[in-house]
């Protein structure tokens, strides 16, 4: 089944400043990545997903890439905010018949120091 | 509803009892998952249905723990003699088909003592 592997697990970043965060996945045939995320003891919430006939996609101060040959994908975040401090959670569905199950990575804990 | 709905938000048992968890996804969903998310990990796939029949329950880690939706809506995890180690966070999601985005719920804090 799918993998995947999510680093740094933790950021410290000051505000203003760029996060990257940066996720590997293993199944070859996996075709749509989500970022999720959550805050402290809040449910998970999609922030920008990619699928894998793109390679980048942007809303507005965040984006995201993806290197299918590489198998790597990576959420970047601009002119962080305070409000951006949560835990960042990649995913990936394999795809195949009718399963739409996404395998998530640890997480990475974001924190935007004022 | 606007949103998953899952109750309770808290349970605490003792090792050995039988718990039930109840998910109520989002009007017309079809899909319905149940992920585990224990402190500082990223959710773990247990059960994923597509209307009223388990599509996918490879995630599922033993037979203590079983799910149904009987009606294609309301689904509800259960988990038989308890043990401390079931403790976690059990979040319920629901998809359209056809988009694939999950909306979670708030999930359901589970203690074991």
């Known amino acids: 089944g799918e993998n995947v592997e999510q680093h740094p697990s933790t950021l410290s970043v000051q505000e203003g400043d760029s996060a990257v965060i940066k996720c590997t996945y293993s199944d070859s045939a996996s075709n749509y990545f989500p970022w999720y995320k959550q805050e402290l003891g809040k449910r998970p919430q999609l922030i920008i997903d990619i699928r894998s006939n793109v390679g980048e996609k942007k809303d507005q101060r965040i984006a995201v890439t993806l290197n299918k040959t590489a198998k790597h994908f990576s959420l970047h975040i601009t002119e962080t905010q305070p409000e951006d401090s949560a835990v960042y959670f990649c995913a990936a569905r394999e795809s195949g018949g009718s399963n739409y199950k996404l395998t998530f990575g640890k997480g990475t804990l974001l924190t935007v120091n004022p | 509803g606007a949103g998953v709905s899952q109750t309770p938000s808290n349970k605490v048992t003792e090792k050995g009892k039988y718990v039930e968890l109840r998910c109520d996804p989002i009007?017309?969903?079809?899909?319905l998952y149940w992920y585990r998310q224990s402190l500082g990990q990223g959710p773990e796939f247990l059960i994923y249905?597509?209307?009223?029949?388990?599509?996918?329950d490879s995630g599922l880690p033993n037979d203590r723990f079983f799910a149904v939706r009987p009606e294609g809506s309301v689904s509800t995890l259960k988990i038989q003699r308890t043990e401390r180690g079931d403790s976690a966070v059990y979040l319920c999601a629901s998809s359209q088909r056809t988009t694939g985005e999950l909306f979670f719920g708030e999930g359901s804090r589970l203690t074991v003592l």
């Open positions: 009007s017309g969903h079809t899909a």
């Open positions: 249905f597509q209307g009223t029949g388990a599509a996918d």
